[in-house]
């Protein structure tokens, strides 16, 4: 029976512990900065919308010159994008950081 009571113990431990990590994951979800949908607009923007309520729209064209960058000026390839868990991909080779384009962005009103 005291095995019974000890048992109970950590079984509320770890309820408080999973309950904790909830509250956990809902506070880092709403602190990292994510890209929620993204929609074509024109030429090489792509209005983004952020995990914060925030639209902006980024111009891919001043960035598309550096790197494996250049592959986005192909605009069969640039159109076939997709959102990963965090920002904008592209095959999965090409993912800009949700902060830069937040910050580089042009919001949208």
Do not use: H
């Amino acid at each position: 029976m005291a095995l019974k009571g000890f048992t109970s113990i950590l079984d509320l431990r770890q309820k408080a512990l999973y309950l904790l990590c909830l509250k956990f994951v809902d506070f880092m979800e709403n602190k990292i900065l994510r890209v929620t949908s993204a929609e074509y607009i024109s030429g090489y923007v792509l209005r983004l919308t952020f995990n914060n309520g925030e639209v902006r729209d980024f111009d891919f064209a001043k960035i598309f010159d550096k790197g494996i960058l250049v592959k986005l000026q192909d605009k069969s390839y640039f159109l076939n994008f997709r959102l990963d868990p965090y920002t904008v991909d592209w095959n999965n080779e090409i993912g800009i950081a949700p902060e830069y384009l937040y910050e580089e962005g042009v919001k949208v009103a």
